[in-house]
């Protein structure tokens, strides 16, 4: 249950809703526990009476049924309080994961699985619900039924009540130890649902490619091991829930058994009339139930502990990015790199190595050189995707580390490599981040990206639906979304990273042409394998292995005749 605290300031939160539904289940059970009385009044009477029974009947008769109806209606604001609240805590949890999800850095997301993660708000948090919904409240009613049944029970013969509770400690005994099973049976099931939901959104996401490879046959077949598995770990989980009930309606019927043996023994000494021993046996069926959600209840708090646990240890995690500063400044000045280095934690790869670097303000950076060079490795850091390993990066003349983390992105349009596009509509993309939607600026956006015309082309035009990650779209509609999105918002610096691989040469010179018109006064950073991308800058690094090899603009590294001279050349010629 240790895990399970965690959970405790969201029942706080809704005490009110918990204490309001335990009042209505403590009304329920107490109008489900007249009509025993009702039974036994009406056994004795009639026992006693000869010439009113049709009168008896009809009156205890009439008395159960109201009660029964109360019962009912109580039972309905009963759930109509828990059940809600537990609603509203699986609200208020599947928002904590997701701001914890929009909290943490880049890396994280590199070592965990995205089925994993999504398991987490889903599965996870479903399971949660059961347990401070239905779970709680069938736990509410065991303990105030047992409560009243048992005072109700010892109140008419002491005797009686202990043997027919014989049977219940061992039915406690039972439930802790396959209590255990059920928690590690379940984390074993959760965790194979995550590697299953991780193959199907893996396959969902490269269908494409998957088709293309004609590669469906191991696709499926990879799919359905994994099936197999997580039925195989349901069945066992399954297994072992299913042993409660046999042993629970074997133990209420030794009760029902004793109940009439022992009753009718003190019936014949006196000690009880004979409505008595129906009055228990109708107490034993009471109990028939809460005795039977023992085990389900169980077996929620198993499964909800170990669901827990998993959200637990996500939600405790500190993202390495942290915000030291909440201050809204303008920010303003070059882009300073003093010795930086950096190495990825998940690889260990060394991405760059004693970088020395200034950015002027309002001119242009071209970034040139190899893949895997670290040219996209500087835009993370810019943006503080990363923290630098060693060295630091000065904007406005203070460490960005110690800049108001909103403000900086803020002040950044940054079209990534993969122009990851959202599954909504061509508009809704390009004012994607911003609470402002402006024709005006939507329509320079699109223009200055060169794709004005083809979306209008398009029969619903701004509003076509562009499908998951942009797939009704070629690679050059892409991009060039991508980077309309980016010029709508209103930025001082301006990075794209490679993001013209797919646009053809005559676009390209256009929006690199446009890009300057708009930026004038701005900081513009373009990395791009292409010469024909980034010789216009006013200052080029070429980097090599994390290394600046050389630096200047496109005439002075021709001059040079080093390697980008020779990169030039070889490019011209292709073109050529």
């Excluded at 401070?132 to 029970?153: C, E, H, Q, R, T």
């Excluded at 969902?204 to 499926?220: A, E, V």
């Excluded at 039977?292 to 959200?311: D, F, P």
């Excluded at 010029?487 to 610096?493: P, W």
Aim: hydrophobic share 40%; charged share 20%.
């Amino acid at each position: 249950m240790k895990h399970l605290k965690y959970l405790n300031k969201f029942l706080w939160k809704y005490r009110v809703i918990l204490l309001i539904g335990s009042f209505f289940v403590c009304i329920a059970n107490i109008f489900a526990l007249y009509p025993a009385e009702f039974v036994r009044k009406a056994f004795d009477a009639i026992l006693l009476e000869n010439n009113n029974i049709t009168y008896i009947l009809i009156k205890y008769t009439s008395l159960i049924i109201l009660f029964a109806i109360l019962k009912g209606v109580f039972m309905y604001f009963m759930r109509q309080t828990i059940i809600v609240m537990s609603r509203k805590i699986e609200f208020d949890i599947k928002n904590e994961i997701y701001i914890q999800y929009q909290k943490l850095e880049r890396a994280f997301y590199k070592k965990n699985k995205i089925g994993d993660l999504m398991n987490r708000i889903s599965e996870d948090v479903s399971r949660i619900r059961m347990y401070v919904g239905p779970g709680l409240m069938y736990a509410i009613n065991i303990v105030i039924l047992f409560s009243l049944v048992l005072y109700k029970m010892f109140s008419i013969n002491i005797t009686l009540t202990l043997y027919v509770l014989i049977p219940l400690p061992i039915l406690a005994i039972t439930v802790y130890f396959v209590s255990n099973k059920i928690n590690y049976r379940s984390e074993r099931v959760q965790n194979q649902l995550s590697k299953l939901t991780t193959i199907a959104q893996e396959t969902y996401s490269g269908i494409k490619l998957t088709k293309s490879f004609n590669n469906q046959f191991n696709s499926w077949s990879l799919f359905l091991d994994a099936c197999k598995k997580y039925t195989q770990k349901q069945l066992y989980l399954v297994k072992i829930e299913a042993f409660f009930f046999p042993l629970i309606i074997t133990l209420i019927g030794s009760s029902t058994i004793l109940t009439v043996y022992v009753g009718g023994i003190e019936s014949l000494k006196g000690n009880i009339t004979t409505g008595n021993i129906a009055e228990f046996i109708i107490y034993i069926n009471m109990l028939a139930w809460p005795v039977a959600s023992i085990g389900w209840v169980t077996s929620l708090i198993q499964r909800a502990a170990a669901s827990q646990e998993r959200i637990n240890n996500f939600l405790l995690l500190n993202s390495e990015i942290k915000n030291t500063i909440d201050l809204k400044e303008y920010l303003s000045g070059d882009i300073i790199f003093n010795n930086v280095c950096f190495t990825y934690k998940n690889t260990n790869t060394r991405a760059l190595k004693n970088i020395s670097l200034n950015i002027k303000e309002g001119k242009s950076l071209g970034i040139f050189g190899k893949t895997g060079g670290g040219k996209s490795t500087i835009a993370n850091l810019i943006c503080r995707f990363y923290d630098t390993t060693q060295g630091e990066i000065m904007l406005n003349k203070t460490n960005i580390k110690n800049l108001d983390l909103t403000t900086l992105r803020s002040k950044i349009g940054y079209v990534p490599q993969d122009d990851y596009l959202f599954s909504g509509t061509i508009k809704e993309n390009i004012i994607f981040g911003s609470d402002i939607v402006e024709e005006a600026r939507i329509v320079k956006a699109i223009k200055n990206a060169e794709i004005f015309e083809e979306i209008n082309n398009l029969s619903n035009g701004l509003e076509t639906i562009i499908g998951e990650r942009g797939v009704q779209l070629s690679g050059g509609q892409r991009q060039r979304l991508a980077i309309a999105r980016a010029l709508y918002k209103h930025s001082e610096i301006f990075i794209l990273d490679d993001c013209l691989s797919a646009v053809d040469a005559n676009k390209e010179r256009k929006i690199l042409e446009n890009l300057k018109q708009l930026s004038k006064g701005k900081t513009n950073i373009i990395i791009s394998h292409r010469i024909s991308s980034i010789k216009h800058a006013y200052n080029i690094i070429v980097l090599d292995q994390g290394r600046i090899i050389e630096q200047g603009s496109h005439k002075d590294l021709l001059e040079k005749k080093g390697f980008y001279y020779t990169i030039y050349n070889n490019q011209s010629n292709k073109k050529a």
